[in-house]
């Protein structure tokens, strides 16, 4: 197979564009989908501070280092979330990495800092380990960026997230969900804003653009995800996708152009009702937010 | 593996599909229409990750 830009050997296949890549052309491909992204969006603009959500994996830290390549002014963001000898080891991927490019590495420990893990945080809460996890990566992401004055909290959520989401809320007909699944969620009171730069690249393509520049990330899945059902809509999707390449694509473009501006009110409509958490500030349309909920259920166990 | 054999049909062979894996022979990265000599170290890696978002 050649590259379809210069003909020299191709060294990854993405069917979704029926194209092959050399490795130059590959990283330019991506580079150019992510700035797409930022701008067709109105992410953010060259002076804004950008803090990029870094877990140690592909994503987060391919979507680091696109920003980094492309001249944005991005500082990361680990949380060590307590799960045992997966977060030791994601954690060191992301210090290494930060190391690698004389990168601003911001760090907050949830144990240290709140008093839970998340085996421990999930069982006191009776959440879903993963439900628990985002719970706890959404409030401090919000929180570190405010308290940083980040400008935007970029995340490394790729297509295959992102069609894997939008699968799970159209098979429930979650309108709320659905009304605030969007590339740019806008900040507000208590709100920094917060952007999707990958979701035209697939994770196949964040892994071999990792492969590719020698970014060594942590390949094993997170212990506490396995099973979990978002796996299962990937899955599912890329069955779909492997007899009829560009199927996630259209899907998840199809629903952001023409789907989306429909059922925003929805999630509208919610924003409306929010107030300051009397515990921590931060928005919430419950009486006490369930970050705060959370950490009391852990803390009295 | 009895000999030479197309990236795509070993993936086929073991039931792997394409769209969740990247192939890296010899520690190089290679496309579904690559050949993988008898001799080679293949990684076959996992790109799907799921956890909370």
Redesign the interface.
Known sequence: ?KCRVCREP????V?RHNA?FCHPCFVKHCSDQVTRTIESYRMFGPEDRILVAVSG???SLALWDLLLRLGYRADGLYIGLGIGSYSDESGGYARRFAESRSAHLVEVDLPATFGYDIPTGSAAARRAP??????S?RHLFNSAALEGGYDAVATG?NL??EA??LFGNVLRWDMGYLGRQQPVLPGGEGFVRKVKPLVRL???E???YC??EGIDYI?E??P??EG?R??GY??AL??I??TSPGSKAAFLFGFLDRISPLVQPAASAEREGLHPCPGCGSPTVAEVCAFCKLVERASSR | MDGPLAVSALLNRLDVNRESVLVIVDGSLVTGNATVPASATVEIRPVISGGAL
Not at chain 1, 10 to 13: C, M, T
Not at chain 1, 130 to 135: N, Q, T, Y
């Open positions: 197979m191709a060294v990854i296949d069917r092959g994996g592909k994503d993963c439900s628990a996890c985002g719970l990566k959520h295959d997230d894997a989401v697939g994770e196949r964040t892994a071999a492969v590719l390949v899945e997170c506490m995800a979990n978002h796996l990937k899955n890329n069955e996708e492997s």
